[in-house]
């Protein structure tokens, strides 16, 4: 599909120059994915409320903050944050409970040592009950549908990943945002709305952590 294929194209970061062209890219990703296109899962369907992006491109924008693993060498599939350093599939782990989320991957392996760009756009809001923000209720949301928003108790059965859920995560590592259990579909919403953009959360002792590479889309009034 045609909107498959630009949205592919839209996630690099290839051509950015400087850290201007970076920023001013996020953020047109962004307004593309809040605006245009929502998540599908078995379990439901979500809009993107909150994104952020982390990004490490070689004498550019050599940010901290990126987990640069190998799946951040990807564009357009999904990263689920896991322990595991490893690169091959069986060194993969679910995500840690109460310390997980999930990105769409955004960067570019050239092949070429020193200059593959590693990127990930966090999914940090989901919408939902309360429009509560949070990596991790966004991706609770995911495989939980609206009890993924719901308070976890500490030492309860829900505060862990069920077998079923595990086996998800499994099925997902590094598929391809388009044409799989879980996958964006282009659906344009009617109104028009504003995006903002703001820091990142949760990296304050990190280099760039002050650059807007957060974006929420703003409630209405």
Not at 38 to 50: A, D, H, L, Y
Not at 86 to 94: A, F, L, N, Q, V
Not at 173 to 190: K, N, T, V
């Amino acid at each position: 599909m045609k909107k498959n294929e630009d949205l592919l194209k839209l996630l690099s970061f290839a051509h950015c120059a400087n850290k201007t062209e970076i920023l001013s890219h996020a953020q047109d990703i962004a307004i593309e994915l809040i605006r245009n296109w929502k998540i599908v899962t078995p379990w439901g369907e979500r809009r993107f409320w909150g994104l952020e992006f982390y990004l490490r491109i070689p004498k550019i924008f050599e940010d901290e903050a990126p987990h640069s693993r190998r799946d951040q060498l990807d564009r357009g599939t999904f990263y689920f944050h896991t322990k595991a350093k490893g690169e091959s599939i069986k060194d993969r782990t679910p995500p840690i409970f109460n310390r997980h989320g999930v990105d769409i991957t955004c960067g570019d392996d050239f092949d070429d040592e020193g200059k593959n760009i590693y990127g990930g756009i966090l999914l940090r809001h989901l919408g939902g009950a309360g429009h509560r923000d949070g990596s991790g209720l966004a991706l609770r949301s995911l495989v939980r549908g609206d009890d993924g928003f719901k308070p976890v108790k500490r030492g309860s059965q829900n505060n862990k990943w069920s077998v079923e859920e595990i086996s998800f995560f499994e099925r997902m590592y590094g598929r391809s945002i388009f044409g799989s259990e879980m996958h964006l579909e282009y659906a344009p919403l009617d109104e028009v709305i504003k995006v903002d953009a703001v820091a990142r959360i949760g990296i304050d002792k990190t280099n760039y952590a002050t650059e807007n590479l957060g974006f929420r889309r703003r409630p209405a009034r």
